[in-house]
Structure formats: C-alpha cells, structure tokens
C-alpha cells in the first residue's frame, strides 16, 4: 500500500528488476531474477546495484516476514560483498533469518547463478528495523509467492537511463525523485539508493566496479533531487575505499552514508 | 558484589586508550597507541586491535545519544586504508549520524598524528529500554580520561594474550576462550574483540586458501548473540580470491553454549597497506 492508499504503485522498482519471490520453507525466502539486458553493467554482468536491490528487496521481505504480526520493517542497513561480476543467470537469491529481536530483524542474504554451477555472485547482510505501519502491518497469504511480472520480459532502459542520473562534477552523482523510484511508503526505493552509490562511485572512479558495500540509511529521501557525492580515502590491491554520502537537496539532509570498495577500472 | 568494570586486569585498560568527549554529546574523540603487540606480522596495527578502539568509543557515544535509553550493538564495520605502525598513536574522531527512537547510527574515522587516514568505520546500535544494571554514564565530567593506570599495558601479542587456538587452519577454525580480561560489562565477550577473533580467523583461513601473506583490512561484523560461555569458535568460508586479496564470512559460535550463532563477519583482507 503506498501513501495515497494505491496497492497497485510504490513496486515499480520491484518489478524492473524483475525478481520473483517464495517462501520455500517458514522465513526462507528464495527469489530469482533474469540476468536481463537492462540490468548489466560495464563488466558484463548485472550492476552491483541491482544486486543490492536484490539483496534489499528478498532480504527486506524476509525480515518483513519475521516482523509480522507485531510490525512491518524498513531497512536500516546493508552490507554486501560482491565477488564475481560477470554473470549467466538465472539468479537466485537466498534469504534466511538471522535474527529477530525487540527492535529489529537480521537477515543473511546471498546471491548464486544458477547458470554458473551456483557460483556465489554476492553475500550479505541487511538490517531492518520494526514498526508499525499507521494502517498495520501488511497481510500476506502464506506460504508467500510474488511474481515480478508477465514473460517474455519487456525492452527497458538501462540503469542509468531509467533513474535519470546525471553527473555533478567529477565526485557526484544526482537523480530527480521520480514517482516510478518511490516505494510502497513513499519515499526513495531503498535499492534506488545503494544503486545511486553505485553509480556514484562508478563515476568517481572512471570506471570501477563496486565489490563491496556498507550501507546505512539514515532518513528517508523524499523531495529531490538525491545527490550521492564521493570522498576517496585510500587505495589498495582490491581497489578505492570511498566514504559516500547520499543528501536528499530538496530537504537539505544527509539520508544516508556508504563504506564502498570500488575495483579498479580495467 | 560490588563489581567494578573495567577490572584492575583487562583489555580496556592494557590498551591505554584515552578519551576526550564533546560536550554537547555528539561526538567523541579518543586514542590508542600502537604498540608491537597489536601488530601483525606485516608491522601495522591488526584491523582486529582498531576495532575494538572503535567499539569502545562507538559505544560510548552512542550510549550518551541513547539516554535514558540503553543500547545493543547491533553491527561494527571497519575499513583500513593506511597502516598505523608501532610507535605511531591512533586517533579516533566519532561522530553520531542519526540518534533515532530505535538507532543510533556512528562514524568513526581513524588518522594517525600526522593526520593520514588510517581508515573509517560505523557502528549502528538498536536503543532498548535502561534496566536498573546498566551504567550511568556521565561523559562530560569524565571527559578527558582513560581507563588505563601506570601498570597497564600488554604482556605480550594479542592473539597470545587472547589464548588463540588454531584447530584447522584452512577451515579458518579457532577457538578463543571467554575470559574476564576480555569481558564487556555484561560479562560476554567485549565486541571488539569478537571482531579480533573474526580477524584472526579470516586472516588464517585466506593466508592458507592464498599462500599470500594477507592481512584483514575490512571487516563487517554483524552481533547476533552474546557469547557468554565459551570457547568462541570460528569457521571461515572463502568467498573469492584475486591477485593480493580475497574476502571471507566468517561465522562464530558460543562453542559452551550450544554453539549458538553469536556474530556473522564479512572479512576482507590485502597485502599492501602503507
């Protein structure tokens, strides 16, 4: 349900990553995704930021799960390590509780390809915090199952192209806060933002791909524009350390805050 | 019992940090030095050894942005970019990012005395309600302090003092015993040094999957569970190898208490901090 009371909007992130979900046992989720021509990146295979999103969506459904029925969750952090980028698909995305406690839920997330010998793509971690929805917390029919969308899958526009990002200076990235990036709640998808850092640190560093992710959300983006600005503090053998700070302009405040390692452009 | 923490013998106060805190509760300032037997094999400060200078000071803070509330750690993250080498002090600027009804959110960026980055780190805390066995905590009439006293420093290496038992080095299995000189005041292993033994575990499972003299330069430690009894037990999955680094989870378990899932580590290390 989203801020008007729209049960129909507020997915559209969700269903342009196109990844479909099911409760394979009690708080085991398990989604898959197409390695679909939309998603890839540079090297290959699908953006670290889909991932992420992938990460977010399967993992935050989970811990939504595990909430219910005293509350629904909204995520407060991420962290995601990402070791192949090249990817066959389909993927599959593997969400399991961790931990349920008073204030908050802990789900362990990873990501195999399943055209790859289920070589592990990425595995993290996503931190949810409870509370409880001014309507209550959603219903779901259980055992829960979602599908992403109709097949064959439509022609969509690139990642950068569907977000309308735009580059401010060498160190920033920007988006307008468009109604098609919002979720149910209304504020800026959760997987709009680590894909925001990721294109961010991208352009930061002519070209690298992000390999690691700390991911705290600090606030809700809700006006617009959403700058990610980059500060590089070191280098190493497996890439840039960049310390990325998301703003929501529009608001005046800082939303959020990323630890990211970036690999070093080819 | 009257218990009074940090005990004469302990971590807290071997390390000999001190501790500087902004008045108006927002940020914090503290500082280490580093001495040989913090320091890997390589010469620089172990990410496990700044980690726990980052929980300490994480903590700290957090528990005055909390007020009157009380706080779990809820996760530790460490970057290193530079190395902080033995006679060198590590200083530690924590800042509160959010202070919210049930997070709080810190950034803490390590530099050395010449002001060269030695790396950042957050923590995030989930703020539960103050039962009476909580500390009260007053930073600004303690402000500046230490906890160390004239005798306090390390006998000898971390890892010997912690009583690190490798039992299957590629597996990246050790066990660490839980001993009052590493306590917390709830009388669990201090998280710090949950993320030493996470450090040391990786670092031994990546230097045998690599046969390169890696060191951990990030680690993402997710707590889950207090580990109260003991022996903290390691197991280490590779998640991918390159050329000078290679990433692991680590997952340890409270071996004495049903080998119960106490904390969930993401553990990066390279060969090449300067």
């Known amino acids: ?266 | 019992m009257t218990a009074v923490y940090p005990p004469e013998h302990h971590l807290l106060r071997d390390l000999r940090l001190s501790f500087d805190h902004d008045a108006g509760g927002r940020r914090s300032r503290a500082w280490m030095p580093v001495v040989d037997e913090l320091c890997t094999d390589l010469g620089h400060a172990r990410a496990g050894a700044l980690a726990t200078l980052v929980d300490v000071i994480g903590g700290g803070l957090a528990a005055g942005a909390a007020a009157p509330g009380w706080i779990a750690t809820a996760d530790l993250t460490l970057h290193l970019v530079g190395a902080a080498r033995p006679g060198s002090v590590v200083e530690a600027r924590a800042e509160v990012l959010r202070a919210g009804r049930t997070t709080v959110v810190i950034e803490v960026a390590l530099a050395d005395e010449r002001d060269r980055s030695v790396g950042i780190a957050t923590m995030s805390f989930a703020v539960l309600p103050r039962r009476d066995t909580n500390p009260e905590i007053d930073r600004v009439r303690d402000s500046p302090s230490t906890m160390s006293t004239p005798e306090s420093r390390l006998a000898q290496p971390l890892l010997d003092e912690l009583g690190v038992h490798v039992r299957d080095a590629e597996r990246g299995v050790i066990d660490v015993a839980v001993v009052d000189w590493s306590r917390n005041s709830m009388g669990a292993m201090q998280g710090g040094i949950v993320a030493a033994v996470a450090d040391v575990a990786a670092e031994t499972a990546l230097r045998a999957a690599t046969n390169e003299p890696l060191v951990v330069t990030d680690l993402q430690v997710t707590y889950l569970g207090f580990g109260r009894v003991g022996p903290v037990r390691s197991a280490v999955e590779v998640l991918g190898t390159g050329t000078g680094h290679a990433s692991a989870r680590v997952e340890l378990v409270d071996a004495g208490a049903e080998n119960r899932l106490m904390t969930v580590v993401h553990a990066a290390a390279t060969r090449d901090l300067t």
């Open chain 1, 1 to 266: 349900m989203n801020r008007d009371g729209d049960a129909s909007t507020g997915h559209d992130v969700g269903r342009y990553m196109g990844v479909t979900m099911h409760e394979e046992e009690e708080l085991h989720l398990v989604g898959h995704a197409v390695v679909a021509p939309h998603l890839r990146g540079p090297a290959g295979g699908v953006r670290t930021g889909a991932l992420l999103t992938m990460l977010d969506n399967v993992g935050g459904l989970g811990g939504g799960l595990a909430a219910l029925p005293d509350g629904w969750v909204v995520s407060t952090n991420l962290v995601a390590r990402v070791v192949v980028l090249s990817h066959v698909g389909p993927l599959r995305i593997d969400s399991g509780l961790l931990r349920r406690g008073r204030n908050n839920v802990v789900t362990g997330v990873q990501i195999r390809d399943e055209g790859a010998h289920d070589a592990l793509v990425a595995s993290g971690v996503l931190t949810s915090a409870i509370l409880i929805p001014e309507n209550g917390p959603p219903q779901w029919e259980r055992p829960l199952v979602l599908q992403a969308r109709p097949e064959p899958i439509p022609e969509l526009p690139s990642i950068p192209e569907w977000l309308g990002v735009r580059a401010v200076g060498d160190d920033s990235v920007e988006i307008d806060l468009a109604e098609v990036l919002r979720n149910p709640w209304g504020i800026l998808h959760g997987g709009v933002v680590a894909t925001l850092v990721d294109l961010a640190a991208e352009h930061a560093t002519g070209g690298g791909a992000t390999t690691d992710v700390v991911l705290h959300f600090l606030a809700p983006n809700r006006v617009g524009p959403v700058r990610a600005r980059v500060r590089v503090l070191g280098r190493r053998t497996d890439g840039h350390v960049l310390r990325i700070e998301v703003r929501d302009e529009g608001a005046a405040r800082t939303t959020a805050l990323a630890i990211v390692t970036c690999g070093l452009a080819p």
